[in-house]
């Protein structure tokens, strides 16, 4: 498994998780890591991205100050921390990699995915 997921559970609305991201060697180095979301009977949406250098971050409108991106390369982890949590944000939410600091909203641009991680925001 290249990429796996994890963090993901049932959190009142108002509540925080924090998710992780695990990649190997090759999708991680020189990799930008991306979470994408998918609620049912939507399409997946973006959420966030972190560059390889620099900790350059991207964000979805939606999420903007309530969640932030990180990674640690030592790790080879990349996380997403979410704050504030509302019930709209309730989706599998799945981590990403490209080569490619561009166009990060469209999820072909990406050229490795993990295994999401179900997080549901109860009202």
Not at 35 to 52: C, L, M, N, T, Y
Not at 69 to 77: G, L, P
Request: hydrophobic share 35%; net charge positive.
């Amino acid at each position: 498994v290249q990429l796996q997921a994890s963090g993901g559970g049932l959190v009142q609305a108002g509540g925080s998780l924090r998710l992780s991201c695990a990649a190997s060697e090759r999708t991680f180095t020189n990799n930008h890591m991306a979470w994408f979301r998918q609620a049912p009977g939507k399409e997946r949406e973006f959420v966030a991205a972190i560059s390889w250098v620099a900790g350059g971050t991207y964000y979805a409108d939606s999420v903007k100050g309530r969640f932030t991106i990180s990674r640690d390369n030592a790790k080879k982890t990349v996380y997403l921390q979410m704050n504030s949590l509302i019930p709209e944000d309730t989706a599998v939410y799945s981590c990403a990699a490209t080569s490619r600091w561009s166009r990060l909203k469209f999820p072909s641009e990406y050229d490795y995915w993990g295994q999401g991680t179900l997080v549901t925001v109860s009202s």
